[in-house]
């Protein structure tokens, strides 16, 4: 029988994470680094193990995750969502607690695009009544 891999896609802002989990002894790596090299921050990679905490599958998987676009942190939520999917195609059962914690939700807050005439998406040139 062959290794069973189980693939999902994670988004956060403009970063795309595209997660494979096999069976294994939890180790993460990260466009072919390893977790600790790519996510130098401390919360980005306690962000990225969440979801393995709350299902108590922390060192039962191997994960292999390419990412691309945005910035470091936006990167970590899209792996989040990736892992959150993953481990819902391997075990719908675990839908309820990942759902609860609020990791299958796709965080679609954006960037607001800067307005024509002006010097920033919100921000407004100085009023001068005279």
């Known amino acids: 029988m062959a290794e069973e891999l189980f693939y999902a896609t994670g988004k956060r802002k403009t970063a795309i ?3 494979w989990m096999r069976p294994g002894n939890g180790q993460i790596a990260i466009n072919k680094r390893p ?3 790519y996510l130098v921050q401390e919360s980005d990679r306690m962000l990225v193990v969440e979801p393995f905490k709350i299902t108590d599958m922390l060192d039962k998987f191997d994960l292999y995750v390419n990412v691309s676009g ?3 942190s936006g990167q970590a939520g ?3 969502h990736g892992i959150s999917r993953a481990l ?3 075990d719908p059962e675990l839908r309820g607690p990942l ?3 609020g990791f299958l939700t796709r965080d ?3 960037k607001e695009r800067k307005k024509y005439g002006q010097p920033g998406a919100r921000a407004r040139f100085q009023y001068s009544k005279r």
């Open 17 to 19: 994470a595209r997660v």
């Open 78 to 80: 899209a792996i989040r």
């Open 108 to 110: 679609s807050r954006m």
């Open 70 to 72: 945005g910035g470091i």
């Open 88 to 90: 819902v195609a391997m």
């Open 35 to 37: 977790l600790d090299e």
């Open 99 to 101: 759902k609860k914690g």
